[in-house]
C-alpha cells in the first residue's frame, strides 16, 4: 500500500511484528525505521495526542465557560452540545472516509477536531449570548429564543460557510498534507453548523422549561461600551495600535524556513525515531529519508539510449548544489559503474588487441633477447676482426724480415 493508507500500516505492523520474534545474532539489534514506519508511527502519536488535546481543550472551554456563565448546568449543557456535533461531524467524515468517497490523514482528523470544537463552542455562545441580551431586555423565555434565533441563525450559517470554504480551498494545494485538511475539515464544519441550528436551539428550548439557561448575573456592558466608544473616538490610534500587535507575529515570517520533517514532532521514544538515532550513528541523515524523483515517459527505458538520458538526469541533479549522492539505475551505488564510461567503451573496442597484448609482450621479449644474441655474435665478429689485423701485421712483419734475409743471402753469395 502507499505511505499512510491502513495497508500500508499493516503493513509496518507485520513487519515489525517478524522483527521482534525473530532472535538476532549476538551483538546484532534490529530496528524497523524510514519513510513508511515514520508516518506509520504519525498516526499512532496523533491518535493519542488527538485524545489529549480533545480533553485539554475542553477542559479550557470548561473553565471559560464557567467563569463566564457562573453555572454548572450551562458549562454541562453546552459542552454536551459540543461534544454531540464533534461525534455527528467524526462520524459522518469516518463514514464518508470508509466508503471511499473521501481520504483522510492523522492531521486532517486533528483539525478537524479542533474546527468542530472551536466552531461549536462559538456558536453555543453566539445562541446564549443573544438569548440572555433577550432576557434582560424584559422579553419572555419564548420571545427571548425567537429573537435569539432570527438574530443569529444566519450569523451562525454564514460563519460556518465561510469557515467551510475557507478550508475546502486547501483541496487546490498539491502538497498531500494540506490538501488531504480540505474535504474532511469542511464537510466536519458544515455537520457542526446543522447541528448548531437544530441541536442547540432544541436543547434551549427543553432547558428554558426548567430555567436550565437563565442568566445567574446582571449583564456587565460598561467595559465593552467604553471599549466601543474609545474605537469611534480614534478610530486612527486605535487601528495603528492594532496593526502593530499584529505586526508582533510576522516579525519572525522572514526567518521562517519550510520544512516537512515529521521527526521532530513525534517523541524520542517512537520507534521509528529510535531506529533513526541508531542509524544515524553511522550513516548520513538522508540515507534513511532520501528525496525521491520520478522520471515519466511515454515508452519503455529501458534501452541503451533512455539509459544515456537517464544518466545524463542523474548527473545534472549531482551537480544541484545540496546534493551529496544521487542513486538511479544507471548509478546504484551513487557512482557512475566503471563499465558505463567512455573510456572504457573506448578500450573495450580494441578486446581483442588487448587480449593479444601478453602474447605480443612476449614476442618483443624475444626479439629483445635475439638482440642480445646478436650483440654476442657482433662483439666475436669484433674481436675475429682485431685478431686478423694483429695476424696481418705478423705476416707483413714476417714478409719484410724473409725480403731482408733474401737480400743479405744474395749480397753473400755475390761476395
Known sequence: GNQGESLANESVDSVRNIVNHTTPPPGVKAYVTGAAPLVTDQFEVGRHGTLKTTLI??????????SLYRRLTTVFLVIFTVMIELTASRGVVAVLANAGVIKLSTYSTNLLTLLVIAAGTDYAIFILGRFHEARYA???RVSAFNTMYHGTAHIILGSGLTIAGA???LTFTRLPYFNSLGVPAGIGVLVAVVATLTLAPALLMIGRHFGLFEPARPMRTQGWRRIGTAVVRWPGPVLVVTVAIALIGLLALPRYTTSYDARPYLPASAPANVGYTAAERHFSQA??????LMV?????LRNPTDMILLERVAKAVFHTDGIAQVQSITRPLGTPLDHTSIPFQISAGSASQ???????QARGADL???VDVINNSIDILRQQYALQQQSAAVTDEQTQAFKDTVATAQDLRDK
Do not use: S, Y
Open 138 to 140: 424584559g422579553q419572555d
Open 368 to 370: 629483445l633477447k635475439q
Open 57 to 66: 481543550t475542553i477542559g479550557v472551554i470548561a473553565v471559560m465557560l464557567f
Open 354 to 360: 588487448i587480449n593479444n597484448l601478453p602474447f605480443q
Open 287 to 292: 540515507r534513511l529519508n532520501p528525496e525521491l
Open 296 to 300: 515519466e515517459a511515454d515508452h519503455d
Open 167 to 169: 478550508v475546502l480551498c
